[in-house]
């Protein structure tokens, strides 16, 4: 069986977690728990590890067709197959918990997938495939005809119960399949509910008042936010899925849904991102001040507080559990083919182990942008974790670091990472009047200065023409082009702009992507949305403008990034969706909107 693309899939979300419908009727990815919990349907990385297909008998064949899109402002997907017999329609969705409204969404979802056929015209055929395979396909459950309807199926600390209304079902031995003709005007609905063994049994929910409700509650979200800026459509659409991204009991945003999604089909580069990064922080708050409000970012930022903790000799782990876990130890899942035989699927993530530098200055940035909300003087535990956090960077900032992209291959002196440092001690001198007597501005001002000298003599490469990605390197690297962004040196500086130009025509490629460095297999969205806000700083908004929209043209029908681009096949690649994609759509419209914003 050969795996749908990457770009065939659409995306649900309770923002408790998420899960993955193909183009094809098939949901192929969910971890009803929470988003880094085990999953129960995870055909995605092998097509063993289960899935719920519902779609046309003969779906793909010839003439079918099938159109997606999602209800306006919502991640709840409207699937239309058209069949030479007809026409229908599947609702999919997460159900939110009923009556929940904005800032309410995700607190208490009930973990409930609910999918609804109705019949457009003629008369459809229609084939149902549930085969749940919960931890990760390790187990096979036992299933049971239930009273009153549906078919409970109960392995290891799981239990799922699938009903379908007054449709019939009958349990297999490990699946449920049915066939059943679905004509113009009926409706039929569905949910599979999730429940633990030995807690609570799964909810019952009537599936077409909870579309309704969760469709209300994403409305009701997004009403409560506002974005005046360009691109507003595209804009909205990005913060929906960030919002889907975010977990919504501690305000923590994973970096993607998935794990082990390859940078390259057969690769080895299959990481977990379902996690949240402190090394993209100051991006993702600085995109939910653009498009969410406060609140979003208040919520993530106490999260980070509470997640850091006192500090103590070891550097500030990168992530963290969505819940503030620390220890995130990566194990490998042997049993998993892996998507399209990329092995080795990976549960964990080995990062939290590393050594990196930005970390701090991430943090303290959004310390920063968040100040007039902290107040005059901060508390006792914000106090001590940027006071931690300085002392850490002024007594660390000179030595080698894995970087912002987390190499596995030993240790450097990054660029970014020395300028993320400095950003840590400018900022931390900005703010010292609200930190105590035990501040020290002066001594950091200081440390803040030969960070700065360090990085202008060792970074910048005179044979080259710009700066490469770590110190005494003729390796070009596109996160220099974070210099301007951090306030570094601006985009205008001669010295800047001979950077942005060698890095746009190195590693710059006809579509309009970037790669992160020469060897680079595909473009990396995250760095082209960057290349756009340097146009816009070093003052070419035209050409910025022309880039953003090659870029955003790169999303799949339903407007989802993953990471990065096949550059020959233009196939999506990486774990998706892939929230710093998004986050770099929505700083770079801002920044076409307004090129002096911070």
């Known amino acids: 069986m050969t795996q749908p693309a990457i770009s065939d899939y659409g995306f649900l979300s309770d923002s408790r977690s998420g899960a993955l419908v193909g183009i094809d009727g098939s949901i192929d990815w969910w971890c009803p728990h929470r988003f880094d919990g085990a999953s129960v349907f995870g055909r995605l990385l092998d097509p063993r590890a289960g899935h719920f297909r519902l779609a046309p008998v003969g779906v793909g064949g010839p003439g079918f067709r099938v159109e997606r899109s999602y209800r306006p402002d919502t991640l709840v997907l409207r699937t239309v197959h058209h069949t030479p017999q007809g026409s229908v329609a599947v609702t999919d969705a997460l159900a939110a918990e009923t009556g929940a409204r904005a800032h309410e969404l995700g607190m208490n979802s009930p973990a409930v997938l609910i999918r609804v056929v109705e019949g457009l015209s003629g008369r459809v055929r229609m084939e149902l495939d549930f085969a749940p395979r919960p931890e990760y396909g390790l187990l096979t459950p036992y299933l049971h005809e239930q009273p009153g309807g549906g078919v409970r199926a109960d392995a290891g600390p799981v239990v799922l119960v699938l009903r379908a209304g007054d449709l019939p079902l009958r349990a297999g031995r490990d699946r449920v399949t049915e066939e059943f003709e679905v004509s113009a005007g009926q409706v039929i609905g569905m949910d599979a509910a999730f429940g633990q063994a030995y807690g609570a049994p799964p909810p019952r929910m009537d599936p077409l008042v909870a579309i309704a409700e969760t469709t209300r509650a994403w409305e009701a979200f997004r009403e409560a936010h506002r974005y005046d800026g360009r691109y507003?459509?595209?804009?909205?659409?990005?913060?929906?899925?960030?919002?889907?991204?975010?977990?919504?009991?501690?305000?923590?945003?994973?970096?993607?849904?998935?794990?082990?999604?390859?940078?390259?089909?057969?690769?080895?580069?299959?990481?977990?991102?379902?996690?949240?990064?402190?090394?993209?922080?100051?991006?993702?708050?600085?995109?939910?001040?653009?498009?969410?409000?406060?609140?979003?970012?208040?919520?993530?930022?106490?999260?980070?507080?509470?997640?850091?903790g006192r500090f103590g000799d070891?550097?500030?782990?990168?992530?963290?559990?969505?819940?503030?876990?620390?220890?995130?130890?990566?194990?490998?899942?042997?049993?998993?083919?892996?998507?399209?035989?990329?092995?080795?699927?990976?549960?964990?993530?080995?990062?939290?182990?590393?050594?990196?530098?930005?970390?701090p200055g991430e943090v303290l940035s959004a310390v920063w942008r968040l100040r007039d909300?902290?107040?005059?003087?901060?508390?006792?535990?914000?106090?001590?974790?940027?006071?931690?956090?300085?002392?850490?960077?002024?007594?660390?900032?000179?030595?080698?670091?894995?970087?912002?992209?987390?190499?596995?291959?030993?240790?450097?002196?990054?660029?970014?990472?020395?300028v993320s440092c400095w950003l840590a001690m400018d900022r931390a001198v900005g703010l010292a009047d609200r930190l105590g007597e035990r501040a020290d501005p002066r001594r950091w001002a200081g440390v803040r200065d030969e960070i700065r000298a360090a990085v202008l003599r060792e970074g910048w490469n005179d044979?080259?023409?710009?700066?490469?990605?770590?110190?005494?390197?003729?390796?070009?690297?596109?996160?220099?082009?974070?210099?301007?962004?951090?306030?570094?040196?601006?985009?205008?500086?001669?010295?800047?702009?001979?950077?942005?130009?060698?890095?746009?025509?190195?590693?710059?490629?006809?579509?309009?992507?970037?790669?992160?460095?020469?060897?680079?297999?595909?473009?990396?969205?995250?760095?082209?949305?960057?290349?756009?806000?340097?146009?816009?700083?070093?003052?070419?908004?035209?050409?910025?403008?022309?880039?953003?929209?090659?870029?955003?043209?790169?999303?799949?029908?339903?407007?989802?990034?993953?990471?990065?681009?096949?550059?020959?096949?233009?196939?999506?690649?990486?774990?998706?969706?892939?929230?710093?994609?998004?986050?770099?759509?929505?700083?770079?419209?801002?920044?076409?909107?307004?090129?002096?914003?911070?």
């Open 373 to 418: 909300y902290l107040g005059a003087t901060f508390e006792e535990e914000l106090r001590e974790m940027v006071l931690g956090l300085t002392e850490q960077v002024a007594a660390t900032w000179h030595l080698p670091d894995r970087g912002i992209w987390e190499t596995r291959e030993g240790e450097r002196h990054y660029l970014s990472s020395k």
């Open 314 to 359: 070891e550097p500030v782990p990168v992530l963290f559990g969505v819940e503030g876990e620390r220890d995130l130890s990566e194990h490998h899942c042997d049993h998993l083919r892996g998507y399209r035989d990329s092995r080795p699927v990976r549960v964990g993530n080995d990062a939290w182990r590393q050594r990196q530098l930005d970390v």
């Open 463 to 598: 044979r080259i023409g710009a700066f490469t990605g770590a110190f005494g390197s003729p390796e070009l690297d596109a996160s220099v082009l974070t210099l301007p962004m951090a306030c570094f040196l601006p985009a205008t500086d001669p010295r800047m702009r001979s950077t942005i130009t060698t890095v746009e025509r190195e590693l710059g490629t006809d579509n309009g992507l970037l790669r992160r460095w020469t060897t680079d297999p595909a473009g990396f969205l995250l760095c082209s949305f960057w290349l756009v806000e340097c146009l816009v700083m070093a003052g070419e908004p035209r050409r910025a403008e022309e880039l953003f929209e090659r870029v955003v043209g790169h999303a799949n029908d339903v407007g989802l990034f993953s990471e990065q681009i096949d550059l020959t096949t233009g196939a999506q690649l990486g774990n998706m969706p892939q929230a710093l994609s998004h986050i770099g759509l929505i700083n770079a419209a801002w920044r076409l909107t307004e090129p002096n914003s911070s």
């Open 232 to 308: 507003p459509e595209l804009v909205r659409h990005s913060a929906t899925v960030l919002t889907g991204l975010t977990y919504a009991r501690s305000g923590a945003v994973t970096a993607a849904l998935t794990s082990s999604l390859p940078e390259q089909i057969g690769g080895d580069r299959n990481y977990d991102y379902r996690y949240s990064w402190l090394r993209d922080f100051s991006l993702t708050m600085r995109a939910l001040w653009v498009a969410a409000c406060p609140d979003e970012a208040s919520r993530l930022f106490a999260w980070a507080a509470r997640s850091i």
